[in-house]
Protein backbone atom coordinates (compact mmCIF):
# COMPACT_ATOMS: atom_id res chain seq x y z
CA UNK A 1 0.00 0.00 0.00
CA UNK A 2 1.70 3.17 -1.34
CA UNK A 3 0.98 6.50 -3.08
CA UNK A 4 2.06 7.39 -6.59
CA UNK A 5 1.77 10.39 -8.23
CA UNK A 6 3.63 11.62 -12.11
CA UNK A 7 3.21 14.01 -14.56
CA UNK A 8 3.17 13.35 -18.67
CA UNK A 9 3.89 16.73 -20.91
CA UNK A 10 2.19 16.77 -24.42
CA UNK A 11 4.95 19.14 -25.74
CA UNK A 12 8.57 19.93 -25.57
CA UNK A 13 9.53 22.20 -22.87
CA UNK A 14 10.98 23.17 -19.65
CA UNK A 15 11.39 19.82 -17.26
CA UNK A 16 9.37 20.20 -14.00
CA UNK A 17 11.71 21.41 -11.47
CA UNK A 18 12.56 18.81 -8.68
CA UNK A 19 11.49 21.23 -5.80
CA UNK A 20 7.64 20.81 -7.34
CA UNK A 21 8.13 17.18 -7.37
CA UNK A 22 9.55 17.09 -3.94
CA UNK A 23 6.71 19.17 -2.21
CA UNK A 24 3.84 17.06 -3.96
CA UNK A 25 5.64 13.38 -3.65
CA UNK A 26 6.19 14.28 0.16
CA UNK A 27 2.15 15.34 0.52
CA UNK A 28 1.51 11.24 0.32
CA UNK A 29 4.44 10.72 2.96
CA UNK A 30 2.18 8.99 5.21
CA UNK A 31 0.81 6.71 2.74
CA UNK A 32 4.35 5.82 1.96
CA UNK A 33 6.75 5.74 5.15
CA UNK A 34 9.12 3.04 4.18
CA UNK A 35 10.79 4.08 0.97
CA UNK A 36 10.76 7.19 -1.48
CA UNK A 37 11.35 6.97 -5.45
CA UNK A 38 11.86 8.93 -8.62
CA UNK A 39 11.91 8.32 -12.09
CA UNK A 40 12.06 11.13 -15.16
CA UNK A 41 11.97 10.10 -18.43
CA UNK A 42 14.07 13.19 -19.96
CA UNK A 43 11.95 16.36 -19.77
CA UNK A 44 8.11 14.86 -20.98
CA UNK A 45 7.38 12.18 -18.08
CA UNK A 46 8.21 11.75 -14.25
CA UNK A 47 6.70 9.47 -11.68
CA UNK A 48 7.30 9.44 -8.19
CA UNK A 49 6.57 6.62 -5.22
CA UNK A 50 6.64 6.28 -1.58
CA UNK A 51 6.40 3.11 -0.40
CA UNK A 52 4.42 1.07 2.86
CA UNK A 53 6.78 -2.20 2.76
CA UNK A 54 4.63 -5.14 2.41
CA UNK A 55 5.75 -7.53 0.65
CA UNK A 56 9.69 -8.47 -0.53
CA UNK A 57 10.87 -5.97 1.89
CA UNK A 58 14.00 -5.71 -0.21
CA UNK A 59 15.28 -3.11 -2.12
CA UNK A 60 14.26 -5.69 -5.35
CA UNK A 61 10.78 -4.17 -4.80
CA UNK A 62 11.88 -0.13 -4.76
CA UNK A 63 9.38 2.00 -7.04
CA UNK A 64 9.25 3.13 -9.11
CA UNK A 65 10.06 0.08 -11.22
CA UNK A 66 11.61 -0.39 -14.03
CA UNK A 67 12.04 -3.40 -16.83
CA UNK A 68 14.98 -4.91 -17.41
CA UNK A 69 15.84 -3.38 -20.55
CA UNK A 70 14.67 0.32 -19.29
CA UNK A 71 11.49 0.50 -21.73
CA UNK A 72 9.06 0.59 -19.25
CA UNK A 73 8.06 1.78 -15.79
CA UNK A 74 5.67 1.36 -13.13
CA UNK A 75 4.51 2.85 -9.99
CA UNK A 76 1.72 0.62 -8.53
CA UNK A 77 -0.47 1.68 -5.07
CA UNK A 78 -2.25 -2.16 -3.65
CA UNK A 79 -1.77 -5.86 -3.85
CA UNK A 80 -2.58 -8.09 -6.30
CA UNK A 81 -3.72 -11.42 -4.48
CA UNK A 82 -3.21 -13.75 -7.40
CA UNK A 83 0.49 -12.51 -7.76
CA UNK A 84 1.72 -15.78 -7.49
CA UNK A 85 -0.37 -17.95 -9.95
CA UNK A 86 0.37 -14.88 -12.48
CA UNK A 87 3.93 -15.21 -11.97
CA UNK A 88 3.85 -18.97 -12.86
CA UNK A 89 1.52 -17.72 -16.17
CA UNK A 90 4.41 -14.87 -16.75
CA UNK A 91 7.43 -17.30 -16.07
CA UNK A 92 6.10 -19.94 -19.41
CA UNK A 93 6.14 -16.87 -21.59
CA UNK A 94 9.73 -16.83 -20.77
CA UNK A 95 9.52 -14.01 -17.95
CA UNK A 96 12.42 -13.57 -15.72
CA UNK A 97 11.76 -11.90 -12.30
CA UNK A 98 14.40 -10.20 -9.88
CA UNK A 99 11.61 -9.45 -6.06
CA UNK A 100 9.85 -11.73 -4.59
CA UNK A 101 6.52 -9.62 -4.63
CA UNK A 102 3.81 -8.71 -6.68
CA UNK A 103 4.95 -4.93 -7.95
CA UNK A 104 7.05 -6.61 -10.47
CA UNK A 105 4.36 -9.63 -11.45
CA UNK A 106 1.98 -6.59 -12.18
CA UNK A 107 5.42 -5.10 -14.56
CA UNK A 108 5.41 -8.02 -16.39
CA UNK A 109 1.71 -8.25 -16.76
CA UNK A 110 1.75 -5.31 -18.37
CA UNK A 111 4.40 -5.72 -20.51
CA UNK A 112 2.75 -9.14 -21.38
CA UNK A 113 -0.52 -8.75 -21.93
CA UNK A 114 -1.68 -5.02 -21.78
CA UNK A 115 -4.60 -3.62 -20.83
CA UNK A 116 -6.09 -7.36 -20.69
CA UNK A 117 -3.76 -7.98 -17.85
CA UNK A 118 -6.06 -6.14 -15.81
CA UNK A 119 -8.65 -8.75 -16.25
CA UNK A 120 -6.39 -11.02 -14.72
CA UNK A 121 -5.79 -9.30 -11.32
CA UNK A 122 -7.51 -9.81 -8.17
CA UNK A 123 -6.34 -7.54 -5.99
CA UNK A 124 -6.53 -3.41 -5.34
CA UNK A 125 -4.67 -1.27 -6.92
CA UNK A 126 -4.33 2.33 -8.75
CA UNK A 127 -1.16 2.11 -11.04
CA UNK A 128 0.67 4.11 -13.60
CA UNK A 129 2.82 2.33 -16.52
CA UNK A 130 4.77 4.48 -18.61
CA UNK A 131 6.62 3.11 -22.07
CA UNK A 132 8.82 5.04 -22.41
CA UNK A 133 9.71 3.70 -26.24
CA UNK A 134 6.13 4.77 -27.20
CA UNK A 135 6.10 7.56 -24.90
CA UNK A 136 2.63 6.47 -24.04
CA UNK A 137 1.06 6.57 -19.98
CA UNK A 138 -1.77 4.31 -19.21
CA UNK A 139 -3.74 4.82 -15.84
CA UNK A 140 -5.87 2.43 -14.14
CA UNK A 141 -8.08 1.68 -11.22
CA UNK A 142 -9.40 -2.13 -9.65
CA UNK A 143 -12.46 -3.61 -10.32
CA UNK A 144 -14.24 -2.10 -6.93
CA UNK A 145 -12.27 1.43 -6.68
CA UNK A 146 -10.56 0.62 -3.31
CA UNK A 147 -7.56 2.44 -4.04
CA UNK A 148 -8.04 5.91 -5.28
CA UNK A 149 -7.19 7.49 -8.61
CA UNK A 150 -6.92 11.30 -9.39
CA UNK A 151 -6.03 12.99 -12.23
CA UNK A 152 -5.63 16.58 -14.33
CA UNK A 153 -5.67 16.62 -18.12
CA UNK A 154 -5.46 19.56 -20.57
CA UNK A 155 -3.73 20.73 -23.39
CA UNK A 156 -0.58 21.30 -21.63
CA UNK A 157 -0.45 17.48 -20.38
CA UNK A 158 -1.82 15.05 -17.55
CA UNK A 159 -0.88 15.19 -13.77
CA UNK A 160 -2.11 12.03 -11.52
CA UNK A 161 -2.01 11.64 -8.01
CA UNK A 162 -3.03 9.00 -5.17
CA UNK A 163 -4.46 11.74 -3.06
CA UNK A 164 -6.39 15.29 -4.33
CA UNK A 165 -4.63 17.64 -2.01
CA UNK A 166 -1.63 16.86 -4.47
CA UNK A 167 -3.57 17.24 -7.61
CA UNK A 168 -4.77 21.35 -6.00
CA UNK A 169 -1.24 21.64 -5.63
CA UNK A 170 -0.03 20.87 -8.41
CA UNK A 171 1.34 23.72 -10.51
CA UNK A 172 -1.23 23.61 -13.45
CA UNK A 173 -4.23 23.67 -10.98
CA UNK A 174 -3.61 26.05 -8.28
CA UNK A 175 -5.79 28.73 -10.05
CA UNK A 176 -8.60 26.28 -10.56
CA UNK A 177 -12.43 27.14 -9.60
CA UNK A 178 -14.60 24.64 -7.54
CA UNK A 179 -16.58 22.71 -9.85
CA UNK A 180 -20.13 23.69 -10.05
CA UNK A 181 -21.35 19.72 -10.60
CA UNK A 182 -19.01 18.26 -7.86
CA UNK A 183 -20.22 20.80 -5.56
CA UNK A 184 -23.80 19.54 -6.47
CA UNK A 185 -23.17 16.14 -5.93
CA UNK A 186 -21.34 16.84 -2.72
CA UNK A 187 -24.03 19.36 -0.84
CA UNK A 188 -26.22 15.94 -1.67
CA UNK A 189 -24.66 13.14 -1.36
CA UNK A 190 -21.71 13.78 1.13
CA UNK A 191 -18.98 13.21 -1.21
CA UNK A 192 -17.90 13.07 -4.93
CA UNK A 193 -18.49 10.18 -7.14
CA UNK A 194 -16.19 9.56 -9.69
CA UNK A 195 -15.37 10.44 -12.70
CA UNK A 196 -16.14 13.78 -10.82
CA UNK A 197 -13.87 15.92 -8.57
CA UNK A 198 -14.04 18.96 -6.43
CA UNK A 199 -12.37 21.51 -8.74
CA UNK A 200 -12.95 22.37 -12.25
CA UNK A 201 -11.00 20.20 -15.17
CA UNK A 202 -10.21 17.53 -12.38
CA UNK A 203 -11.36 13.68 -12.41
CA UNK A 204 -11.13 10.67 -10.27
CA UNK A 205 -10.79 7.39 -12.55
CA UNK A 206 -13.80 5.26 -12.07
CA UNK A 207 -13.42 1.77 -10.88
CA UNK A 208 -12.58 -1.04 -13.36
CA UNK A 209 -11.23 1.20 -16.09
CA UNK A 210 -8.27 3.03 -17.72
CA UNK A 211 -6.82 5.56 -19.46
CA UNK A 212 -4.02 5.95 -22.28
CA UNK A 213 -2.08 9.05 -23.20
CA UNK A 214 0.65 9.78 -25.17
CA UNK A 215 3.13 12.40 -25.28
CA UNK A 216 1.36 13.77 -28.45
CA UNK A 217 -1.91 14.10 -26.79
CA UNK A 218 -3.71 10.96 -27.81
CA UNK A 219 -6.40 9.67 -25.70
CA UNK A 220 -7.98 6.15 -25.54
CA UNK A 221 -9.61 5.07 -22.62
CA UNK A 222 -11.12 1.32 -21.84
CA UNK A 223 -13.65 -0.16 -19.15
CA UNK A 224 -12.58 -3.82 -18.22
CA UNK A 225 -14.93 -4.99 -15.35
CA UNK A 226 -18.33 -2.92 -14.47
CA UNK A 227 -20.20 -4.44 -11.65
CA UNK A 228 -23.69 -6.12 -13.48
CA UNK A 229 -26.98 -3.96 -13.29
CA UNK A 230 -29.11 -7.27 -14.16
CA UNK A 231 -28.21 -10.71 -14.45
CA UNK A 232 -29.94 -14.17 -14.03
CA UNK A 233 -29.05 -15.75 -10.67
CA UNK A 234 -28.51 -19.51 -10.57
CA UNK A 235 -27.76 -19.81 -6.71
CA UNK A 236 -29.99 -19.94 -3.99
CA UNK A 237 -30.50 -21.46 -0.46
CA UNK A 238 -27.93 -23.83 0.96
CA UNK A 239 -26.51 -24.24 -2.48
CA UNK A 240 -26.02 -20.24 -2.33
CA UNK A 241 -24.80 -19.69 1.00
CA UNK A 242 -22.42 -22.96 0.75
CA UNK A 243 -20.53 -20.70 -1.84
CA UNK A 244 -20.71 -18.03 -0.49
CA UNK A 245 -18.60 -19.65 2.68
CA UNK A 246 -16.19 -21.35 1.19
CA UNK A 247 -15.74 -17.79 -1.39
CA UNK A 248 -14.94 -16.05 1.42
CA UNK A 249 -12.61 -18.54 3.15
CA UNK A 250 -10.76 -18.48 -0.04
CA UNK A 251 -10.21 -14.99 -0.07
CA UNK A 252 -9.66 -14.52 3.59
CA UNK A 253 -6.84 -16.93 2.95
CA UNK A 254 -5.36 -15.09 -0.02
CA UNK A 255 -5.39 -12.13 1.58
CA UNK A 256 -3.73 -12.87 5.09
CA UNK A 257 0.02 -13.10 2.77
CA UNK A 258 2.09 -10.52 4.24
CA UNK A 259 6.05 -10.16 5.23
CA UNK A 260 4.52 -7.61 8.26
CA UNK A 261 2.48 -8.07 11.32
CA UNK A 262 -1.35 -8.46 10.06
CA UNK A 263 -4.42 -8.33 12.08
CA UNK A 264 -8.23 -7.27 12.12
CA UNK A 265 -11.18 -4.89 12.56
CA UNK A 266 -14.05 -6.20 14.71
CA UNK A 267 -17.24 -4.57 15.36
CA UNK A 268 -20.29 -5.48 16.89
CA UNK A 269 -22.30 -6.43 13.10
CA UNK A 270 -21.85 -9.67 11.01
CA UNK A 271 -19.21 -8.55 8.36
CA UNK A 272 -15.73 -8.36 10.12
CA UNK A 273 -16.62 -10.58 12.46
CA UNK A 274 -16.65 -13.26 9.64
CA UNK A 275 -13.80 -12.08 8.66
CA UNK A 276 -12.08 -12.27 11.57
CA UNK A 277 -13.50 -15.70 12.14
CA UNK A 278 -12.25 -16.60 8.99
CA UNK A 279 -8.91 -15.87 9.47
CA UNK A 280 -8.54 -17.43 12.95
CA UNK A 281 -9.50 -20.61 11.00
CA UNK A 282 -6.66 -20.25 9.02
CA UNK A 283 -4.38 -19.12 11.69
CA UNK A 284 -2.05 -21.34 13.91
CA UNK A 285 -2.42 -18.54 16.68
CA UNK A 286 -4.69 -16.05 18.15
CA UNK A 287 -5.42 -13.19 15.89
CA UNK A 288 -5.44 -9.39 17.00
CA UNK A 289 -8.61 -7.66 16.50
CA UNK A 290 -9.25 -4.40 16.95
CA UNK A 291 -12.26 -2.14 17.99
CA UNK A 292 -13.37 1.49 19.11
CA UNK A 293 -16.49 1.65 21.29
CA UNK A 294 -18.43 4.97 22.15
CA UNK A 295 -18.16 4.57 25.93
CA UNK A 296 -22.17 3.86 26.35
CA UNK A 297 -24.00 5.50 23.80
CA UNK A 298 -26.55 4.26 22.23
CA UNK A 299 -24.10 3.67 19.13
CA UNK A 300 -21.57 1.77 21.03
CA UNK A 301 -20.82 -2.06 19.98
CA UNK A 302 -17.87 -3.14 22.01
CA UNK A 303 -20.15 -5.27 23.97
CA UNK A 304 -21.15 -7.23 20.96
CA UNK A 305 -17.39 -7.01 19.24
CA UNK A 306 -16.04 -8.30 22.90
CA UNK A 307 -18.43 -11.19 23.02
CA UNK A 308 -17.62 -12.27 19.48
CA UNK A 309 -13.91 -12.02 19.99
CA UNK A 310 -14.61 -14.27 23.24
CA UNK A 311 -16.24 -16.84 20.78
CA UNK A 312 -13.48 -16.75 18.44
CA UNK A 313 -10.96 -17.41 21.15
CA UNK A 314 -8.91 -14.10 19.09
CA UNK A 315 -7.09 -11.29 21.20
CA UNK A 316 -8.78 -8.44 21.25
CA UNK A 317 -7.45 -4.45 21.63
CA UNK A 318 -10.49 -2.28 22.73
CA UNK A 319 -10.73 1.24 23.24
CA UNK A 320 -13.09 3.73 24.14
CA UNK A 321 -13.55 6.99 23.40
CA UNK A 322 -15.79 10.58 24.84
CA UNK A 323 -17.47 12.90 23.25
CA UNK A 324 -14.91 15.45 24.47
CA UNK A 325 -12.24 14.00 22.26
CA UNK A 326 -14.42 14.22 19.03
CA UNK A 327 -12.17 18.00 18.97
CA UNK A 328 -8.98 16.60 19.22
CA UNK A 329 -9.90 14.27 16.27
CA UNK A 330 -11.34 17.38 14.32
CA UNK A 331 -8.54 18.49 12.87
CA UNK A 332 -7.23 14.90 11.79
CA UNK A 333 -10.54 14.32 10.06
CA UNK A 334 -10.17 17.20 8.14
CA UNK A 335 -6.45 16.45 6.66
CA UNK A 336 -7.07 12.80 6.15
CA UNK A 337 -9.30 14.38 3.25
CA UNK A 338 -8.24 16.35 0.14
CA UNK A 339 -11.79 16.36 -0.90
CA UNK A 340 -14.81 17.94 0.78
CA UNK A 341 -16.11 14.67 2.60
CA UNK A 342 -19.16 14.30 5.15
CA UNK A 343 -19.30 10.57 6.64
CA UNK A 344 -18.78 11.28 9.28
CA UNK A 345 -17.63 7.72 10.37
CA UNK A 346 -14.35 8.68 9.30
CA UNK A 347 -13.71 9.41 12.75
CA UNK A 348 -13.92 5.95 14.27
CA UNK A 349 -11.85 4.77 11.14
CA UNK A 350 -9.35 7.45 12.20
CA UNK A 351 -9.16 5.79 15.73
CA UNK A 352 -9.18 2.59 14.92
CA UNK A 353 -6.72 2.60 12.28
CA UNK A 354 -4.27 4.77 14.56
CA UNK A 355 -5.18 1.96 17.53
CA UNK A 356 -4.24 -0.78 15.09
CA UNK A 357 -0.53 0.73 13.71
CA UNK A 358 0.53 0.61 17.14
CA UNK A 359 1.08 -3.01 16.46
CA UNK A 360 0.40 -3.40 12.96
CA UNK A 361 0.73 -2.69 9.10
CA UNK A 362 -1.65 -4.56 7.25
CA UNK A 363 -5.86 -5.03 8.40
CA UNK A 364 -8.32 -7.02 6.97
CA UNK A 365 -11.74 -5.21 7.63
CA UNK A 366 -15.65 -6.53 6.52
CA UNK A 367 -16.39 -3.32 4.01
CA UNK A 368 -18.70 -4.53 0.59
CA UNK A 369 -20.90 -7.28 2.92
CA UNK A 370 -23.68 -4.91 2.84
CA UNK A 371 -23.73 -3.42 -0.92
CA UNK A 372 -23.39 -7.16 -2.22
CA UNK A 373 -25.23 -9.28 -0.10
CA UNK A 374 -28.34 -6.98 0.32
CA UNK A 375 -27.25 -6.12 3.76
CA UNK A 376 -29.11 -2.37 4.16
CA UNK A 377 -32.95 -3.78 4.92
CA UNK A 378 -34.41 -0.58 5.81
CA UNK A 379 -33.57 0.85 2.13
CA UNK A 380 -33.33 -2.31 0.28
CA UNK A 381 -36.33 -3.48 2.17
CA UNK A 382 -38.37 -0.66 2.02
CA UNK A 383 -38.13 -0.58 -2.07
CA UNK A 384 -38.62 -4.05 -2.73
CA UNK A 385 -41.67 -4.33 -0.66
CA UNK A 386 -42.99 -1.38 -2.41
CA UNK A 387 -41.90 -2.94 -6.06
CA UNK A 388 -43.58 -6.26 -4.38
CA UNK A 389 -46.79 -4.79 -3.56
CA UNK A 390 -47.03 -2.45 -6.87
CA UNK A 391 -47.49 -5.88 -8.46
CA UNK A 392 -50.13 -7.19 -6.60
CA UNK A 393 -53.51 -6.88 -8.16
CA UNK A 394 -55.94 -6.65 -4.99
CA UNK A 395 -53.84 -3.87 -2.32
CA UNK A 396 -55.10 -3.59 0.46
CA UNK A 397 -56.42 0.15 1.75
CA UNK A 398 -53.33 0.68 3.62
CA UNK A 399 -51.18 -0.21 0.78
CA UNK A 400 -52.62 2.00 -0.95
CA UNK A 401 -52.24 5.07 0.68
CA UNK A 402 -48.65 4.75 1.59
CA UNK A 403 -47.43 3.87 -1.86
CA UNK A 404 -48.86 7.49 -2.31
CA UNK A 405 -47.45 8.58 0.50
CA UNK A 406 -43.65 7.33 -0.24
CA UNK A 407 -43.89 8.26 -3.96
CA UNK A 408 -46.56 10.40 -5.13
CA UNK A 409 -48.03 7.97 -6.94
CA UNK A 410 -52.30 7.08 -7.30
CA UNK A 411 -53.78 4.27 -6.75
CA UNK A 412 -53.63 3.66 -10.56
CA UNK A 413 -49.88 4.02 -10.62
CA UNK A 414 -49.44 7.22 -12.55
CA UNK A 415 -46.86 9.10 -11.54
CA UNK A 416 -46.73 12.83 -10.54
CA UNK A 417 -44.34 15.00 -10.01
CA UNK A 418 -43.32 14.04 -6.26
CA UNK A 419 -41.12 10.73 -6.86
CA UNK A 420 -41.92 9.65 -10.29
CA UNK A 421 -39.96 6.47 -10.29
CA UNK A 422 -38.04 4.41 -7.59
CA UNK A 423 -34.84 5.69 -9.15
CA UNK A 424 -35.91 9.38 -7.57
CA UNK A 425 -37.01 7.70 -4.48
CA UNK A 426 -34.02 5.87 -3.70
CA UNK A 427 -32.02 9.07 -4.22
CA UNK A 428 -33.41 10.98 -1.73
CA UNK A 429 -32.70 8.19 0.48
CA UNK A 430 -29.25 8.84 -0.25
CA UNK A 431 -29.05 12.53 0.07
CA UNK A 432 -27.92 14.16 3.49
CA UNK A 433 -30.66 17.38 2.84
CA UNK A 434 -34.18 17.71 1.78
CA UNK A 435 -34.87 19.61 -0.85
CA UNK A 436 -36.25 22.06 0.49
CA UNK A 437 -33.97 22.41 3.39
CA UNK A 438 -31.33 22.62 0.85
CA UNK A 439 -32.81 25.14 -1.51
CA UNK A 440 -33.36 27.41 1.78
CA UNK A 441 -30.04 27.77 2.58
CA UNK A 442 -28.92 27.91 -0.69
CA UNK A 443 -30.64 29.88 -2.92
CA UNK A 444 -28.50 29.36 -5.98
CA UNK A 445 -28.09 25.75 -5.08
CA UNK A 446 -26.69 24.13 -8.42
CA UNK A 447 -28.63 21.16 -10.32
CA UNK A 448 -27.55 18.12 -10.54
CA UNK A 449 -25.65 17.25 -13.38
CA UNK A 450 -27.05 16.07 -16.58
CA UNK A 451 -24.20 13.51 -16.65
CA UNK A 452 -24.82 11.85 -13.20
CA UNK A 453 -27.26 8.76 -14.34
CA UNK A 454 -26.76 6.88 -10.89
CA UNK A 455 -30.44 7.13 -9.83
CA UNK A 456 -31.88 6.82 -13.17
CA UNK A 457 -34.40 3.81 -12.75
CA UNK A 458 -38.21 3.39 -13.41
CA UNK A 459 -38.48 -0.45 -13.61
CA UNK A 460 -41.19 -2.30 -11.18
CA UNK A 461 -40.61 -5.44 -11.99
CA UNK A 462 -39.23 -6.91 -8.11
CA UNK A 463 -36.64 -9.02 -9.60
CA UNK A 464 -35.17 -6.63 -11.61
CA UNK A 465 -35.47 -3.91 -9.00
CA UNK A 466 -33.53 -5.88 -6.81
CA UNK A 467 -30.89 -5.89 -8.71
CA UNK A 468 -30.51 -2.54 -9.47
CA UNK A 469 -30.80 -1.72 -5.92
CA UNK A 470 -27.72 -3.73 -5.20
CA UNK A 471 -26.24 -2.58 -8.80
CA UNK A 472 -26.66 0.98 -7.44
CA UNK A 473 -25.11 0.49 -3.64
CA UNK A 474 -22.28 -1.03 -4.87
CA UNK A 475 -21.45 1.90 -7.46
CA UNK A 476 -22.51 4.12 -5.25
CA UNK A 477 -22.31 4.29 -1.42
CA UNK A 478 -19.54 1.78 -1.68
CA UNK A 479 -17.76 4.14 -2.88
CA UNK A 480 -18.02 6.64 -0.39
CA UNK A 481 -16.92 3.69 2.13
CA UNK A 482 -13.87 2.71 0.36
CA UNK A 483 -12.97 6.83 0.13
CA UNK A 484 -13.37 6.87 3.61
CA UNK A 485 -11.00 3.44 4.69
CA UNK A 486 -8.83 4.85 2.35
CA UNK A 487 -8.28 8.11 3.77
CA UNK A 488 -8.26 7.03 7.15
CA UNK A 489 -5.99 3.91 7.20
CA UNK A 490 -3.08 5.71 4.83
CA UNK A 491 -3.80 9.17 6.91
CA UNK A 492 -1.76 6.54 9.64
CA UNK A 493 0.49 4.74 7.42
CA UNK A 494 -2.13 1.21 7.21
CA UNK A 495 -2.94 -1.08 4.82
CA UNK A 496 -6.55 -2.20 4.88
CA UNK A 497 -7.87 -4.95 2.76
CA UNK A 498 -11.27 -5.79 2.07
CA UNK A 499 -11.93 -9.84 1.32
CA UNK A 500 -15.29 -9.53 0.89
CA UNK A 501 -14.60 -7.70 -2.57
CA UNK A 502 -12.60 -10.17 -3.74
CA UNK A 503 -13.13 -11.08 -7.11
CA UNK A 504 -14.29 -14.70 -6.51
CA UNK A 505 -16.49 -13.28 -4.02
CA UNK A 506 -18.19 -10.87 -6.28
CA UNK A 507 -18.24 -13.46 -9.04
CA UNK A 508 -20.17 -15.67 -6.37
CA UNK A 509 -22.41 -13.16 -5.12
CA UNK A 510 -23.79 -11.73 -8.39
CA UNK A 511 -24.89 -15.49 -8.94
CA UNK A 512 -27.12 -15.30 -5.64
CA UNK A 513 -30.78 -14.50 -5.90
CA UNK A 514 -31.91 -12.11 -3.40
CA UNK A 515 -34.48 -13.70 -2.17
CA UNK A 516 -31.59 -16.15 -0.36
CA UNK A 517 -29.93 -12.78 0.70
CA UNK A 518 -32.68 -10.72 2.09
CA UNK A 519 -35.85 -11.79 4.07
CA UNK A 520 -38.93 -8.98 3.34
CA UNK A 521 -40.69 -10.86 6.52
CA UNK A 522 -38.25 -9.90 9.44
CA UNK A 523 -35.90 -7.12 7.52
CA UNK A 524 -32.73 -9.22 7.54
CA UNK A 525 -30.59 -8.87 5.13
CA UNK A 526 -26.89 -10.40 4.49
CA UNK A 527 -28.73 -14.29 5.05
CA UNK A 528 -25.09 -16.36 3.30
CA UNK A 529 -22.81 -14.15 5.56
CA UNK A 530 -24.59 -14.92 8.53
CA UNK A 531 -25.18 -18.39 8.11
CA UNK A 532 -21.34 -18.88 7.56
CA UNK A 533 -20.98 -16.84 10.94
CA UNK A 534 -23.62 -19.38 12.70
CA UNK A 535 -20.47 -22.15 11.90
CA UNK A 536 -18.13 -20.06 14.22
CA UNK A 537 -20.31 -18.67 16.93
CA UNK A 538 -23.55 -19.60 18.61
CA UNK A 539 -24.72 -16.15 19.20
CA UNK A 540 -24.80 -12.80 16.15
CA UNK A 541 -26.47 -9.33 16.61
CA UNK A 542 -29.74 -8.54 14.31
CA UNK A 543 -28.97 -5.29 14.44
CA UNK A 544 -27.27 -3.18 12.01
CA UNK A 545 -23.65 -2.66 13.66
CA UNK A 546 -20.60 -0.63 12.38
CA UNK A 547 -18.11 1.65 13.80
CA UNK A 548 -21.13 4.33 15.00
CA UNK A 549 -20.56 7.89 16.35
CA UNK A 550 -22.81 9.81 18.06
CA UNK A 551 -22.65 12.83 15.71
CA UNK A 552 -26.16 14.06 16.57
CA UNK A 553 -25.16 14.62 20.12
CA UNK A 554 -21.70 15.99 19.41
CA UNK A 555 -23.57 19.02 17.49
CA UNK A 556 -26.01 19.89 20.55
CA UNK A 557 -22.45 19.88 22.28
CA UNK A 558 -18.94 19.94 21.48
CA UNK A 559 -19.13 20.49 17.80
CA UNK A 560 -22.24 23.24 18.25
CA UNK A 561 -19.76 26.50 19.17
CA UNK A 562 -17.44 25.01 16.47
CA UNK A 563 -20.57 25.29 13.81
CA UNK A 564 -21.58 28.13 15.10
CA UNK A 565 -17.99 30.19 14.64
CA UNK A 566 -17.16 28.13 11.44
CA UNK A 567 -20.20 28.30 9.21
CA UNK A 568 -22.49 30.73 10.81
CA UNK A 569 -20.12 33.85 11.08
CA UNK A 570 -20.13 33.29 6.97
CA UNK A 571 -21.70 35.11 4.28
CA UNK A 572 -21.12 32.13 1.68
CA UNK A 573 -19.99 28.43 1.19
CA UNK A 574 -17.58 27.36 -1.08
CA UNK A 575 -18.80 30.80 -3.26
CA UNK A 576 -22.35 29.69 -2.97
CA UNK A 577 -24.33 32.83 -0.63
CA UNK A 578 -25.85 31.82 1.75
CA UNK A 579 -29.67 32.62 3.82
CA UNK A 580 -28.28 32.78 7.20
CA UNK A 581 -31.79 32.63 8.42
CA UNK A 582 -32.72 29.29 7.11
CA UNK A 583 -29.46 27.96 8.64
CA UNK A 584 -29.84 29.49 11.99
CA UNK A 585 -33.35 27.55 12.12
CA UNK A 586 -31.70 24.58 10.83
CA UNK A 587 -29.30 24.62 13.99
CA UNK A 588 -31.75 25.46 16.46
CA UNK A 589 -34.29 22.88 15.50
CA UNK A 590 -31.27 20.36 16.02
CA UNK A 591 -29.89 21.82 19.13
CA UNK A 592 -33.65 21.82 20.64
CA UNK A 593 -34.28 18.40 19.78
CA UNK A 594 -37.13 19.57 17.96
CA UNK A 595 -35.67 17.83 14.93
CA UNK A 596 -32.29 15.84 14.10
CA UNK A 597 -30.52 17.52 11.44
CA UNK A 598 -27.03 15.75 12.34
CA UNK A 599 -26.14 14.83 8.60
CA UNK A 600 -27.13 17.98 7.00
CA UNK A 601 -25.28 20.15 9.86
CA UNK A 602 -22.21 18.27 9.58
CA UNK A 603 -22.07 17.69 5.76
CA UNK A 604 -21.80 21.25 5.94
CA UNK A 605 -18.88 21.50 8.86
CA UNK A 606 -17.04 19.73 6.59
CA UNK A 607 -17.58 21.90 3.43
CA UNK A 608 -16.01 24.82 5.32
CA UNK A 609 -13.29 23.04 7.37
CA UNK A 610 -11.94 21.46 4.06
CA UNK A 611 -12.18 24.90 2.67
CA UNK A 612 -10.06 26.52 5.13
CA UNK A 613 -7.61 23.66 5.63
CA UNK A 614 -7.08 22.42 1.55
CA UNK A 615 -8.43 24.92 -0.63
CA UNK A 616 -6.39 27.94 -0.05
CA UNK A 617 -3.70 29.71 -2.17
CA UNK A 618 0.00 27.62 -2.34
CA UNK A 619 3.67 28.67 -2.78
CA UNK A 620 3.91 26.80 -6.18
CA UNK A 621 3.28 29.05 -9.12
CA UNK A 622 1.56 28.71 -12.33
CA UNK A 623 3.79 26.75 -14.82
Known sequence: MCGICGELQFHDGPARDGETITRLSEMMARRGPDDAGLWRDESRAWLAFRRLAILDLSPASHQPMLSADGRFALVFNGEIYNFAELRDQLERLGARFRSSGDTEVVLQALIHWGTTALERFNG????????????????????????????????????????????MAHPWCVELPIS??????????????????????????????WLCLSA????????????????????????????????????????????????????GGIDSPLVVAK????????????????????????????????????????????????????????????????????FPTLMVSNLARRDMTVMLAGDGGDELFWGYPERFGSVLKLASDFRRPHWHRSTRWAIHRMTGLDKNAQPNLRWPTIGHWYRQKHTWFSSSALTAIFPT????????????????????????LR???????????????????????????????????????????????????????????RRSL???????????RGFAIPMADWLRGPLQDVFIDR???????????????????????????RADYHRSLWLLLSLVMWRDKHFQPTALQIA
Open 471 to 529: WNEFTGHLAMVLLKVDRASMYNSLEVRVPLLDREVIEVATRVDWRSCLDLETDTGKIPL
Open 567 to 593: VLSRPEIAGLAIDRAALEKLLADHVSG
Open 180 to 209: TDGLALYLRLGYIPAPYATLERTNMLEPGS
Open 534 to 544: ERHISHQTKAK
Open 216 to 267: EGRVSRGTYYTFPMRGTPDLTGQEAWEAVDAAVGDAVHRQMVSDVPLGAFLS
Open 279 to 346: MQAASSRPVQAYTIGSAGSMHDESEDASDYARQLNVTHVLEQFTPDKVLDWLDDAVAACGEPFADFSI
Open 445 to 468: LPAWPDEFTLYDYDGWDLDETAQW
Open 124 to 167: MFALAFYDRQKRELLLARDHAGIKPLYYFLDQRGLFFASQYDQI
